[in-house]
């Protein structure tokens, strides 16, 4: 929020523009706040029942919870479903939304992508700006690689320019003074001073068209079919040196994107799916005896679901890390955390719903006890 703020406040960037750029992230996070938002929801739900005696109340009535199962399957179910539109459908939706969003900042805001005092890449041409003024474009001691032309490379350095953008032809031009031209023609290299300079560029050049589109970008139907593409590519030859998507790569990068592909198709079908376990883990959490619920408040619950979400998250995330660099499978990764997290939901609902248990916090409490006295046997015995 703070870097779109400073592209409002210090670069001119129009607002709806902005506004475009923060709708398009939101499905990323939709995607994790969904079962962590489920998780927290039902946790609360029944925390407050526990708070008000009323799982106490059902318990000495003969209400079993588990006629409270079916209820938490069907909104865990209801929020999976709807992960898995965000998932498969916002979220590359976003991507190319905001991959078209920033093109355009860079086309009617032409100095809004730059950064003073870095070598900015703008599709075959490089820049570089000491300082740079974003309401004037006007930019001080410039250097400029241009590479459009593989015969005639140019490298141009300037005490001064401006960027001009051209609303009408929807060009933008690059206005030097005081300079010197650096070129290589034939093998030969050739200086050339001057006063003043200007270079054209078309917008339609600061995107690289050739370019394929990133696995997060991709459709369900284009994903799978680029992950096919890959795996026949792999298949069809040893050789180091691959034809695919019209690009030339080497077969490590080939297998990268392959799994990168997968990792991407994996992830979209596995989060949703931990919506509907993170609703039961939540039932159980969430019922607590009246006196804990009374000395700590909504916010032990809250907390605990916290770290319940955190921990699944980071086992999810080292998993990706490690698909990712090839050491685990691809499937074993992604769903590794579903399976323990299923497990720990069955255990305790188990545990809370046949009474075996009051609540998570006595089982635990429990547990530690009786881990604390099997030590103490265990070092009593000769």
């Known amino acids: 929020m703070l870097k779109l703020t400073s592209l409002i406040i210090n670069r001119g960037v129009e607002f709806g523009q902005i506004f475009q750029v923060f709708i398009a992230i939101i499905p990323t996070f939709l995607e994790i706040a969904l079962p962590m938002s489920t998780l927290l929801g039902v946790m609360l739900a029944f925390a407050r029942m526990s708070g008000d005696s009323e799982v106490v109340v059902?318990?000495?009535s003969g209400v079993s919870l588990l006629s409270f199962l079916r209820p938490i399957a069907i909104f865990g179910c209801s929020i999976g479903a709807l992960g898995l539109f965000v998932s498969c459908v916002l979220r590359p939706w976003?991507?190319?939304?905001?991959?078209?969003?920033l093109f355009q900042i860079a086309r009617s805001k032409s100095t809004s992508g730059l950064t003073e005092g870095v070598f900015n890449k703008l599709g075959e041409i490089t820049l570089y700006a000491d300082s740079i003024d974003y309401e004037t474009g006007n930019l001080n001691r410039v250097v400029v690689d241009d590479k459009r032309d593989v015969i005639q490379r140019k490298v141009v350095v300037a005490k001064r320019g401006k960027i001009v953008a051209d609303e009408v032809n929807h060009t933008i031009s690059l206005l030097l003074a005081d300079g010197v031209v650096h070129e290589s023609l034939d093998?030969?290299?050739?200086?050339?001073?001057f006063n003043s300079n200007s270079m054209s560029v078309n917008p339609a050049e600061l995107r690289d068209t050739k370019k394929e589109l990133s696995a997060s970008a991709l459709s369900m139907s284009a994903l799978r079919s680029a992950i096919q593409?890959?795996?026949?590519?792999?298949r069809s030859s040893n050789a180091e040196e691959l034809q695919v998507f019209g690009h030339t790569l080497s077969r490590a990068e080939v297998t990268k994107k392959f799994r990168r592909a997968k990792i991407e198709f994996g992830q979209r079908t596995s989060l949703p799916c931990a919506s509907i376990i993170m609703a039961f883990i939540g039932m159980a959490l969430g019922i607590m005896s009246p006196r804990t619920q009374k000395t700590w408040g909504a916010g032990f619950a809250a907390t605990l679901g916290l770290i319940v979400f955190i921990l699944y998250y980071s086992i999810f995330s080292v998993g990706v890390a490690l698909a990712d660099s090839g050491s685990i499978h691809v499937g074993l990764a992604l769903w590794t955390p579903n399976i323990l997290a299923s497990i720990i939901a069955f255990i305790l609902v188990y545990k809370i719903s046949t009474e075996r248990w009051q609540s998570v916090s006595e089982g635990i409490q429990n547990l530690c006890i009786s881990s604390m006295q099997l030590i103490r046997?265990?070092?009593r015995t000769p």
């Open 377 to 379: 046997r265990v070092k």
């Open 94 to 101: 976003g991507f190319e939304s905001l991959s078209s969003a």
């Open 187 to 193: 093998g030969r290299y050739t200086r050339t001073e």
């Open 58 to 60: 059902m318990r000495a």
């Open 229 to 234: 593409t890959y795996k026949m590519t792999l």
